[in-house]
Structures are given as C-alpha cells and as structure tokens.
C-alpha cells in the first residue's frame, strides 16, 4: 500500500472514531485537502476547511458557511456550531504556534474538549511540533512527500492528458526514471518541472537531464551541502583498477529493474564506501569519477560548516543536510577528510560524538538512493564506530600508484594538458623516476609543464625538459616515508586494496639522501 493510501486509511478510522484533534502534519496542504475530501466523499460526511482567503467553506462543494477570514473568528463561530450540532468536522489550515502552553494552543483545546462531547473533530495541518497536553486529546498523522511509486503515478496522469496533442518520447521505463529523479519533491513541485516542460510543446528523453537540473536548483541552499560541478572528462581515473571494477558491479544496481529486485529481496541500495590511504592519490577524484560515470549528482556535505556554536545547532544542521541529500536523490554524497569533522576534540561538549553518532544512525537506516563517498588522510583520528563491518559496503585503501598505474596516469594527464601521447622509450624513462610518486605529484608536475610553455613561447617539450621536470620533484614519499608505511600498516589488517594489488607493493625509495631541487632555466 502506497504512503497516501496509508494516511488515507489511518484518516478514515480516525474520522468513523471521532478522534476530537488530529494533528495533520504536512508541508503539502493542497495534497492534504485532496486526501481529506476523498475522505469525507467515501465516508459520507461534511468537511468545514478553514483558509485566510475563504474563510470558512464545505470541502465538497466549495460553498463558502462564513467569510470570516481570522483563525480566531474561525474558532469562535465553530465552538457557537459545535454547541449546538453534532459530528462536525473543522480542518485549519493556518494553525497559529500550539508549540506550548500559550492562549492559542489553550482555545484550540478547549475547542477540542467541546469537539470531545460533541463527537466533532479538529484536523489541524502544520508541519510543527503541539503542545503535549493538547496532543494527548488526539492523534498524529504524518503526510510524507509523494514516495517513487506515487511520484510515477502523478507523473503519468498529468502527462497522459498531454499524450494526443503534444509529442511525448517517453516510454514507461523513461517516466519510472522521472519518478526516480523527482523522489523527494512535493507534488506541487513536480507538477510545475513537468508543466514546463509541457510548454515547450514535446517532451524528449533528453528533457530527463533538465529534471535532474531542476531539482538541483531546488535544494540549492541548504547549509552545509554544496553542490559539485562536475565535468564528464572526470569519469576516467588512472589505475585504481579493483575500485573500479567493485563499481561497474554496483552500477548495475541503479536501474529500475534491479532496484525493484531489491526491494523485493528487502535489500537497500548500496550504502557507500570508505577511501582511505596516501594522501594525493585520487580519493577525491574518485568522488567526482563516480558522479560522473554514474551520471548522478554529486554533493560535498562539509562538517565545518554543519557545526553550529549552540547549543544542538550542529546536530540539527547535520539533520537538516542529510534530508536534504535524501530529497536530492537518487545522488552521491561526498564527505572529504571524513576524520576531521568527526574525530572531536577535548573541548567540544560531546558534540562530536553525538554528531558521529547520528551521521551513523542514518548511514544505517537512509532508505533512499545516497550513495556516500567518504574519504580519509589522517586514519588515526577516525572514530572506530565508523570502521565496524556494516557501515559502509567497503573500506577501500588507496595506495601509491604502481608503474603500470604511473604509466596510465601520465598518460591521460599529458594527453589533457600536453596534448601529448606518452610513448617510447622517454615515457618508460619518466615511469621509472617517478617511482614513489602521488597521483597529485604527477598531475601537478604535468601542469607545470604546460604553464611554462603557455608563459614562453621558447619552451620546447622536448624529452629532456620533460624527465628534467620530474626529476625536480620531491614526492611525499621521499619527505614523509615513515606516515606513509604507518598508513600502509593500517590498512594491511582493515582495507581492500583499490588497486587490486597488495598494499605496499610500491616500494619506497630507500635513497635518504637529500635531494637538490635543480632551477629550471
């Protein structure tokens, strides 16, 4: 049964029961209403709504009882009502704060009390907290946003009337798509993406991109998460070849199909993974990479700026963000150097802890279609709750590249930036001295490369200024072997290797002579 079938059942034996105040929690008051006045069609009974531009009317047939707009003259022209009719049914759709004990939460449950002996009923539809002692005269119903399979149907229906006057390329596979892109927008807001693309007259399948732009605008600036650009060049990562293969499988994964298999086998969509390793080794592009290999947006929830200097604004800011990436799915969450925002510090009131805490709790029980992409440079400072088998799908460690992955890396960096094919006896030259070097180390070398010869025209690409300019660069495995290997022994005992070749197969260079970085001339 669907979310809006459920409500709807709850909402009738509420109303066969006489329940004397619901509270109607919902952001969507027109969907209520629709709910609401099937509600009242099939159980045979009078809705009075309440709205500020109205005032008071019969839900049926739209007949105007009072044009008293106020919500106060609303409650006093019902509790006359109440008192003298039985069964009446009072739907306020601009609730004033019932958040506490204050005269406006006081009327309506007196209102509510004259409801009780009356067999009346208060709907009251708000998308804030009641006051407890009000609460406690009734019951709480919760309207969520259309779920996939109502998002389908609301897709459907408005674009079948449209099918004999207009050009319509989608097929049923391309509207379950739409319903997936849409799941977590209101169904006015879905409406409106699928009218405009209505006023252009036809709908094409490549209109499902533009979906998938709207809605990005549409959770554009929630605090905390911030949108990546990503461009389709970012698809292709050099080595990291077991990674990448774990991948491909999930991929498969994402098509209506299969998810529909899962559902049915009670299996959720993968969780995420967990990047650690040698910093500079394409953690973060992998992030980017998948976005674009998977064709999903990409978004960096950055824990510097959930965390709030008061008192429970950190967590609900976190909160706020991580509904956020479930309204935007189906999508990829990206949380770089995951340690630091989430290891604490002495001085923090436990807020860390809490934070990790929750952030764990929703990694565990988020239902929709997030996929998270954490990374991690400094693996003494991740919180042991977060490595526990389960969190994520995999902990994959990112090591230096091999000379196979050297050569496949240089390769597309000279090819980018040079325009250059790497080949030849310079090329094996250059894999061999790069030994020990980063991702980052490669592509920072290259691009220097290319700076010298945009600023001087003189500048030749020639091989020996080519091995001249790697030979200038010290790598972080030279400066800081010792973090390296104790990196390396971490992920011996807890990580996959993303290369798909035993961590540590890239020797250091044991060469502890200085090195003299020569001026290049």
């Known amino acids: 049964m669907s979310e809006f079938n459920t409500v709807k059942e709850q909402l009738k034996r509420y109303s066969i029961a006489r329940i004397p105040f619901i509270s109607f929690e919902t952001i969507e008051r ?17 809705f009075y709504v309440h709205s500020m531009s109205k005032g008071i009317y019969d839900i049926a047939t739209g007949n105007v009882v009072t044009d008293e707009r106020t919500v106060y003259g609303a409650l006093d ?26 005269p406006d939460a006081r009327q309506i449950y007196d209102l509510a009390m004259l409801a009780n002996e009356s067999g009346g009923m208060i709907i009251s539809l708000t998308n804030n907290s009641v006051w407890n002692q009000l609460q406690r005269l009734g019951m709480i119903i919760r309207l969520d946003y259309p779920n996939e399979a109502e998002m389908y149907q609301i897709i459907k229906d408005y674009i079948n009337d449209y099918r004999s006057s207009i050009s319509i390329e989608w097929d049923n596979n391309d509207l379950r798509e739409a319903a997936s892109y849409l799941n ?13 693309l209505i006023a252009k007259k036809s709908i094409a399948k490549s209109d499902l991109e533009e979906i998938k732009q709207t809605k990005d605008r549409l959770f554009s600036n929630i605090s905390g998460l911030e949108k990546i650009n990503v461009d389709t060049n970012a698809a292709t990562v050099g080595g990291l070849d077991g990674l990448q293969k774990w991948l491909n499988e999930k991929k498969v994964l994402l098509s209506p ?117 954490a990374t991690a440079n400094d693996v003494s400072q991740l919180p042991s709750e977060l490595l526990r088998r389960g969190r994520f799908d995999e902990l994959f460690f990112v090591d230096l590249p091999t000379a196979d992955e050297r050569r496949e890396i240089i390769s597309l960096y000279m090819k980018k930036y040079l325009r250059l094919n790497f080949s030849g006896a310079a090329a094996e030259k250059i894999v061999e001295i790069t030994e020990g070097f980063t991702g980052a180390d490669l592509e920072s070398t290259i691009r220097d490369i290319a700076y010298r010869k945009l ?7 020639s091989e020996a200024n080519i091995i001249e300019a790697f030979e200038n660069v010290v790598p972080l495995s030279k400066t800081s072997p010792e973090r390296i290997e104790a990196i390396r022994d971490w992920g011996r005992e807890r990580a996959i290797p993303a290369s798909g070749r ?20």
């Open 257 to 373: 199909e299969k998810r529909d298999e899962m559902k049915k086998r009670g299996l959720q969509s993968p969780r995420g993974i967990l990047l650690v390793g040698v910093p500079g080794c394409g953690k973060s592009l992998s992030a980017k990479a998948i976005s674009a290999n998977w064709k999903l947006p990409l978004y960096r929830l950055d824990f510097a700026t959930v965390q709030g200097s008061y008192v429970g604004q950190s967590e609900q800011q976190l909160k706020d963000a991580l509904t956020t990436a479930e309204n935007v799915s189906p999508c990829i969450l990206w949380i770089d150097e995951i340690e630091k925002g989430l290891s604490g510090s002495s001085g923090d009131s436990g807020v860390s802890t809490r934070m990790v805490g929750q952030f764990l709790f929703w990694l565990q029980e988020c239902k929709k279609q997030v996929f998270v992409v």
């Open 502 to 521: 035993p961590i540590g197969s890239q020797k250091l260079n044991a060469d502890n002579e200085k090195k003299t970085r020569k001026v290049l001339i």
């Open 184 to 196: 977590g927008v209101t169904q006015i807001e879905a409406e409106n993406v699928i009218a405009s």
């Open 30 to 46: 027109s969907r209520a209403l629709d709910l609401l006045k099937s509600v009242a069609s099939e159980l045979n009974l009078t």
């Open 455 to 461: 600023a001087n025209d003189s500048y030749e690409y």
């Open 77 to 102: 022209f019902f509790g006359e009502q109440m008192k003298q009719r039985q069964y009446m049914t009072l739907i306020l759709t601009e609730t004033p704060d019932i958040s506490n004990d204050n």
